[in-house]
């Protein structure tokens, strides 16, 4: 395969010039990137948590922390659903 452009069924389709990452490789991939993002999240909240604290703190509260309250909100709401399983109807890669 040389990694030209084909036509399969009235579809372009490219022809990748690597393999398939093997099914263990690819679940260690979806850990690696699931510590990360828990992270970087857990950073996200505790300085989100420190900015609000601290302007409190300080009385200099202004619209602005609103909108950094509200997207903590938000944090805290979809940050449990890195660990939820990934379900793909299609039948590909299917993560635990």
């Known amino acids: 395969m040389n990694g030209r452009l084909i036509t399969v069924q009235g579809t372009f389709s490219h022809l990748s010039l690597l393999p398939k990452l093997p099914d263990l490789i690819s679940h260690l991939i ?12 857990c950073l996200a909240i505790a300085s989100a948590f420190f900015r ?38 299609s039948g590909g890669f299917c993560a635990t």
């Open 30 to 41: 979806f850990g690696a990137n699931v510590v990360v993002l828990t992270l970087l999240h």
């Open 52 to 89: 609000l604290h601290r302007r409190k703190k300080t009385g200099q509260v202004d619209w602005d922390d609103y909108a950094a309250a509200f997207a903590l909100v938000l944090n805290l709401i979809y940050f449990p659903t890195l660990w939820f399983p990934v379900v793909d109807l």
